[in-house]
C-alpha cells in the first residue's frame, strides 16, 4: 500500500503537579477520545511560544507564566483522513514550569479540540488511552530525554465511539 501523508504541526505544554501530568480530553483527530497534551498549531505569524500560551490557556484555562523548552518529536502513524493514509506529526515540547489561574472547561469554538481536562499519573496512561505525545512525555518526567528519531506507530487504532473514550471510566 502507497502512504498518503498528512503533515500537522503542534506546539504542547507538559505539565505536572503531584507527579500526574495536565492531560486534555481530545475530540477529533487521530488522538480523538484519548488523553492528549494541552497545544495546537501557531497562528499565522505566531511564535511557538505565542502558541503554547494562547493554546495552554483556551484548553486548560491555566495562564503559562514560566516553561522551558524541551524539543521536538515526530510521530508517523497510521490515520485514515480526507485522502491521507497516514499522519506524520511534528511537536514541539515545552515543559510549563509554571502556571496561574483556574482549571476551567476550554470555550468550544470551531477549531477547538479539547473537551476539559485530567490529571492523568504515568500509571494511567498507555497506547489504549492516551496519544503517543502523552506517552513520550511521561518519558521526558523519567529519564529528561526526548527521542531524536521518529515515534513510529505501525498499527494505530483511533478511538471512534465515546463509550470506549478512557475517561468515561475515571471521571
Same mark, same amino acid.
Given at each position: 500500500?502507497?502512504? *498518503? /501523508?498528512?503533515?500537522?504541526?503542534?506546539?504542547?505544554?507538559?505539565?505536572? $503537579? @503531584?507527579? +500526574?501530568?495536565?492531560?486534555?480530553? +481530545? *475530540?477529533?483527530?487521530?488522538? $480523538?477520545?484519548?488523553? @492528549?497534551?494541552?497545544?495546537?498549531?501557531?497562528?499565522?505569524?505566531?511564535?511557538?511560544?505565542?502558541?503554547?500560551?494562547?493554546?495552554?490557556?483556551?484548553?486548560?484555562? =491555566?495562564? %503559562? =507564566?514560566?516553561?522551558?523548552?524541551?524539543?521536538? #518529536?515526530?510521530? &508517523?502513524?497510521? /490515520? #485514515? /483522513?480526507?485522502?491521507?493514509?497516514?499522519?506524520?506529526?511534528?511537536? %514541539?515540547?515545552?515543559?510549563?514550569?509554571?502556571? @496561574?489561574?483556574?482549571?476551567?472547561?476550554?470555550?468550544?469554538?470551531?477549531? &477547538?479540540?479539547? =473537551?476539559?481536562?485530567?490529571? =492523568?499519573?504515568?500509571?494511567?496512561?498507555?497506547? @489504549?488511552?492516551?496519544?503517543?505525545?502523552?506517552?513520550?512525555?511521561?518519558?521526558?518526567? !523519567?529519564? !529528561?530525554?526526548?527521542?531524536?528519531?521518529? #515515534?513510529?506507530?505501525?498499527?494505530?487504532?483511533?478511538?471512534?465511539?465515546?463509550?470506549? !473514550?478512557? /475517561?468515561?471510566?475515571?471521571?
Amino acid at each position: 500500500m502507497n502512504k *498518503s /501523508w498528512h503533515r500537522a504541526f503542534g506546539v504542547y505544554g507538559l505539565y505536572r $503537579k @503531584d507527579h +500526574k501530568l495536565l492531560v486534555i480530553k +481530545k *475530540s477529533r483527530g487521530p488522538y $480523538k477520545n484519548r488523553y @492528549d497534551l494541552p497545544g495546537g498549531s501557531p497562528e499565522k505569524g505566531g511564535s511557538h511560544s505565542e502558541t503554547l500560551n494562547r493554546e495552554f490557556t483556551e484548553e486548560t484555562g =491555566l495562564e %503559562v =507564566l514560566g516553561k522551558t523548552l524541551i524539543g521536538m #518529536v515526530d510521530f &508517523q502513524l497510521p /490515520w #485514515v /483522513w480526507r485522502e491521507y493514509s497516514h499522519v506524520h506529526h511534528t511537536a %514541539v515540547f515545552y515543559q510549563v514550569n509554571k502556571a @496561574d489561574g483556574e482549571i476551567e472547561e476550554p470555550d468550544q469554538f470551531d477549531g &477547538q479540540d479539547s =473537551l476539559g481536562t485530567y490529571w =492523568l499519573t504515568e500509571n494511567e496512561a498507555n497506547e @489504549d488511552n492516551a496519544s503517543p505525545l502523552v506517552i513520550e512525555a511521561f518519558k521526558w518526567f !523519567a529519564l !529528561a530525554t526526548i527521542s531524536t528519531e521518529p #515515534v513510529i506507530y505501525e498499527k494505530w487504532r483511533v478511538v471512534e465511539k465515546t463509550e470506549e !473514550a478512557p /475517561w468515561n471510566q475515571n471521571d
